[in-house]
């Protein structure tokens, strides 16, 4: 009797014990919800095939208790374009994820979507879905995307479709002796150090007012937009006579960069017409060892190194552009030098500059000179510099006799230098002291006056 009285008792402790702790188990995680920094993460427009950045946000326990999440799950599963990262996990579904009181974990999204055969914008929808004592939480997610055509490390000839946008990975060649015409509304981006390559070959940009080609980085998000250096730029090597007319070219590091010019032309290597060129990396335009470029209604500004830089030589005939610092450079708009130092062997290689001609032309930005020249002088080396009628921003104010008609040093009075936007009032000296030349409109198709002003924009 005694002996079952202890074994009744022990037993009924032994069951107090295990009922009790199972209480306090249950009672020692939090029986409410999960609250979020964010109930929907939305990227911008991102390529077909392209990952977008990453984005994330934060799972609070904003309670004194720890919290059990019994499940997270990504909706769309293994099929979907979105990937999540929790608390450092990689995968589409988790269990059993605990956060302690007061605490939080981040969450990490990226995505990438696949090609849909549709030429225009769509949206891609998922949710991530937070199971927590028995109730079921969602935060969405949402990308634009679009499909493009792309380009990888590919030759290229004859007309690009302007129906979707242009990517380029690496390189879009255009190869010896061949031609690619890009129309009007054509967009391109340019993957990371990509760069569009001319070899001895010929590119035409027909860009029309209204309706530019378009170059600049393949991220859309919004942080990227006045971002420099996303990608390298248009490359001409030893190329054939080619154009460029109504193009913008932005973000990049060099926009133009020309090498050489190729034997065969009669013409310059590159006529660009109407085209802007802003927030380069280093360069606006690069002409190297020869090349020959002659530019019309063109505004090149806040480049980071230069807006126009000759160097070893080459021919440059600028007639009503705008060569603006104003960005972070600490370097002069223009620099102009016909040789080159070669340290790695010791040498210096010296060239011709034929045609050096500024007309109608703005060379000012925040630095007390925006022009430098360095040249060296020496048999069968030809220097032929014709400034006239231009605006240019020096300390030194020079008397050679190839300046004609300079106005120096006076505030060009632009409407609002932040937004880009160069237009002045009549009040600017820009106003009626150009000369009349063969360009017989501005940048956006305006007829020019009698005399005409300087620049790239005609005040009417």
């Not at 392209?50 to 946000?57: A, D, N, Q, V, Y």
């Not at 380009?151 to 010896?176: C, F, M, Q, R, T």
């Not at 010929?202 to 029309?208: A, E, K, P, R």
């Not at 017409?273 to 063109?298: H, L």
Request: net charge negative; glycine share 8%; hydrophobic share 35%.
């Amino acid at each position: 009797m005694r002996f079952f009285f202890l074994f009744t008792l022990l037993t009924c402790f032994t069951g107090l014990y295990f009922i009790t702790t199972s209480c306090n188990k249950k009672n020692f995680l939090s029986t409410k919800n999960l609250t979020f920094s964010a109930d929907t993460v939305v990227f911008d427009t991102v390529f077909t095939s392209i990952g977008s950045t990453t984005k994330s946000f934060k799972i609070y326990n904003p309670e004194s208790k720890s919290v059990q999440i019994d499940e997270i799950e990504l909706m769309g599963g293994e099929n979907s374009p979105f990937r999540i990262n929790v608390d450092g996990l990689i995968g589409d579904n988790f269990s059993n994820i605990r956060i302690e009181g007061n605490d939080s974990l981040f969450v990490f999204v990226e995505v990438t979507l696949s090609t849909n055969g549709q030429n225009l914008p769509l949206i891609v929808e998922d949710s991530i879905r937070f199971q927590t004592n028995g109730k079921d939480q969602f935060v969405k997610l949402a990308v634009w995307g679009q499909d493009a055509y792309f380009h990888y490390k590919d030759l290229n000839e004859g007309i690009w479709p302007n129906d979707k946008p242009h990517v380029i990975y690496g390189y879009a060649a255009v190869d010896s002796s061949k031609s690619l015409t890009i129309q009007a509304g054509t967009q391109v981006y340019l993957h990371k150090n990509a760069l569009l390559y001319v070899y001895k070959s010929t590119l035409n940009i027909q860009g029309t007012q209204g309706n530019e080609v378009v170059f600049q980085g393949d991220r859309l998000e919004l942080e990227y937009q006045d971002v420099s250096g996303q990608y390298y730029g248009i490359y001409f090597h030893e190329a054939k006579s080619s154009t460029i007319d109504y193009a913008l070219i932005k973000n990049g590091i060099s926009g133009v960069h020309l090498y050489s010019d190729n034997p065969e032309n009669s013409d310059y290597t590159l006529t660009m017409t109407n085209t802007i060129i802003q927030n380069e990396a280093r360069y606006g335009i690069f002409i190297y060892s020869g090349a020959r470029v002659k530019a019309e209604n063109c505004m090149i500004a806040k480049n980071g190194t230069h807006a126009l830089l000759v160097l070893e030589g080459g021919d440059f005939n600028f007639n009503h552009c705008n060569l603006l610092g104003y960005g972070a450079s600490q370097n002069p708009a223009v620099g102009i030098s016909n040789f080159y130092v070669n340290y790695s062997i010791g040498s210096t290689i010296v060239s011709s500059i034929n045609e050096g001609k500024f007309q109608n032309c703005i060379i000012t930005g925040n630095l007390e000179t925006e022009i430098a020249i360095d040249t060296i002088q020496m048999a069968g080396v030809n220097l032929n510099f014709d400034f006239s009628h231009n605006l240019i921003k020096s300390e030194e104010i020079y008397n050679d006799v190839f300046y004609q008609n300079t106005i120096w040093n006076i505030n060009p009075l632009f409407t609002d230098i932040a937004t880009n936007d160069f237009t002045f009032s009549t009040n600017s000296e820009l106003n009626s002291n150009g000369i009349v030349s063969t360009v017989v409109t501005d940048i956006f198709g305006n007829p020019r006056n009698n005399p005409p002003d300087i620049g790239a924009i005609e005040v009417n």
